[in-house]
């Protein structure tokens, strides 16, 4: 079982459509989750952060987070076809001082 | 305030040959965590310093070393290169790490390896 596991798409919608990104993790005791956005040739940027169950809104964007079911997902509002990238699901382990990344889900925005 | 500076861009090196990386972390920042990106693999965690101490290390061979200087800035070796050590280098920085680890990425080193 890989450590954070996303499905690496690629996730297509419809522009103005809400994109749906989803990320489970094997560390229980994890109590921290990122996700960046990876733009084709370029470095990720991070865009959202969670540490509580619940969701965490950001303008466009809301971050879910499930401890009991290992889960933390990534939804996007009236999808724009400028959010095309790659979406990376980040974990940081018990100990700490390591971020385990997700392979990355594509998302295409049609326009 | 400057972002995350990776230096050099881009690398060609032949097998056998050594190469170090270098990193200025974002002023103020003291966590700097460095990663191999390849299509294969994804993002995959090489070592991450805070004040000079590694702190935790990726399982990766021992071919591949990190340190970091009293100012932050950090450099990562890798010795007797091999062809599959051809990837995106990131280093991304942070203010202290652990837990609350949000993460500023670099552009990157793109070595290549012949």
């Known amino acids: 079982q890989k450590e954070v596991e996303q499905n690496s798409g690629p996730l297509s919608v419809p522009e103005g459509a809400i994109a749906s990104l989803n990320c489970t993790y094997s560390d229980r005791g994890s109590q921290s989750f990122f996700w960046y956005r990876q733009y084709s040739g370029k470095s990720p940027e991070l865009i959202m952060s969670?540490?509580?169950?619940g969701d965490k809104e950001d303008g466009r964007f809301t971050a879910q987070l499930n401890k009991a079911s290992q889960y933390v997902s990534l939804l996007i509002r009236d999808s724009q076809p400028s959010d095309s990238a790659t979406y990376l699901c980040?974990?940081?382990?018990?100990?700490?001082?390591?971020?385990?990344f997700g392979a990355g889900t594509r998302l295409f925005v049609k326009a | 305030k400057a972002g995350v500076t990776q230096t050099p861009r881009y690398l060609i090196k032949t097998r056998g040959q050594q190469v170090t990386l270098s990193c200025s972390p974002i002023?103020?920042?003291?966590?700097v965590s460095w990663y191999q990106q390849t299509p294969g693999q994804g993002l995959q965690f090489l070592f991450e310093?805070?004040?000079?101490?590694?702190?935790n290390k990726g399982n990766f061979p021992g071919r591949f070393s990190g340190r970091q200087f009293s100012n932050s800035r950090s450099e990562m070796n890798v010795s007797t290169l091999e062809l599959g050590d051809s990837a995106l280098y990131l280093c991304?920085?942070?203010?202290?790490?652990?837990?609350?680890?949000?993460?500023?990425f670099g552009p990157g080193t793109r070595l290549t390896v012949l």
């Open positions: 991304a920085s942070s203010v202290a790490g652990g837990s609350n680890n949000e993460q500023f």
């Open positions: 969670i540490y509580s169950n």
């Open positions: 980040a974990v940081v382990n018990t100990g700490g001082f390591k971020t385990i």
């Open positions: 002023s103020g920042h003291r966590s």
């Open positions: 310093y805070f004040s000079e101490t590694q702190r």
